[in-house]
């Protein structure tokens, strides 16, 4: 089994940052990728950023020069500093990684974490 925990969501006011933190934790053979998605109740969950095994990373254009992830490969980490944080923003963001366990490479998700930016 393969679990995801994210951390680091809260409530900040616009202009402010945070930073969100996933660990990928059981039986992983490897990781493929890892990213951040972000859901708005009534919307479709959107790729926020996303970053291979190469260290390739790709963004949502809405957010491009205010968030930026990283990976600590020992420690099956993913990283999203968000900057600038706008109302906009305001979502439950997911933890998402492409994972390899004896047995299969499957897509594995978090359970959540609120952010709520303020006006």
């Known amino acids: 089994q393969v679990q995801l925990v994210e951390s680091g969501g809260g409530l900040v006011q616009a202009g402010g940052s945070l930073r969100l933190s996933c660990t990928a934790s059981g039986s992983i053979f490897g990781i493929n990728a890892m990213g951040w998605h972000r859901q708005v109740p009534g919307k479709q969950r959107e790729l926020v950023a996303h970053?291979?095994?190469?260290?390739?990373?790709n963004y949502a254009d809405s957010v491009k020069g205010r968030f930026t992830i990283s990976r600590e490969y020992a420690k099956n980490t993913v990283y999203l500093q968000m900057n600038s944080l706008k109302p906009e923003d305001t979502a439950v963001y997911y933890c998402?990684?492409?994972?390899?366990?004896?047995?299969?490479?499957?897509?594995?998700w978090g359970q959540g974490t609120q952010v709520t930016v303020s006006s």
């Open positions: 998402h990684g492409i994972i390899r366990t004896t047995l299969r490479v499957g897509d594995y």
């Open positions: 970053i291979t095994s190469d260290g390739s990373t």
